[in-house]
């Protein structure tokens, strides 16, 4: 039974879910209260803009695999991407695509630069 740690290893999370973004929170059974309390209190941290944030980047990080060969700097490339102010925003204007093409921008300046440097 859940309610028995020592006989179940079960867990049953709180859950929930901003777009592509899912959060669970499991207190190993000790408490479904603080389980729920959390879930309220993390789930009004996890914005639409972090789901499309997530968009953005899910999309340029397939695009930087093919372009920037270099693991580090593609992690520095995605940075880069997720602070950008000007992507966020147009995020913020719920201009998603556009948001994309800026990223594409990035990606294809710094896979010139990796070039340059080869």
Do not use: W
């Amino acid at each position: 039974a859940v309610d028995m740690p020592e006989i179940c290893d079960f867990y049953s999370p709180a859950v929930f879910h901003r777009g592509s973004i899912r959060v669970g929170i499991c207190t190993d059974g000790k408490s479904p209260i603080v389980s729920k309390v959390l879930k309220k209190r993390l789930s009004s941290q996890v914005t639409e803009m972090d789901s499309l944030n997530l968009e953005v980047q899910h999309h340029a990080r397939e695009l930087a695999k093919k372009k920037i060969n270099n693991s580090s700097d593609r992690r520095d490339t995605l940075y880069k991407i997720f602070n950008d102010p000007g992507i966020h925003m147009k995020l913020e204007s719920g201009k998603i695509g556009e948001a994309k093409t800026a990223a594409e921008a990035i990606i294809e300046k710094a896979s010139q630069v990796q070039s340059s440097d080869d």
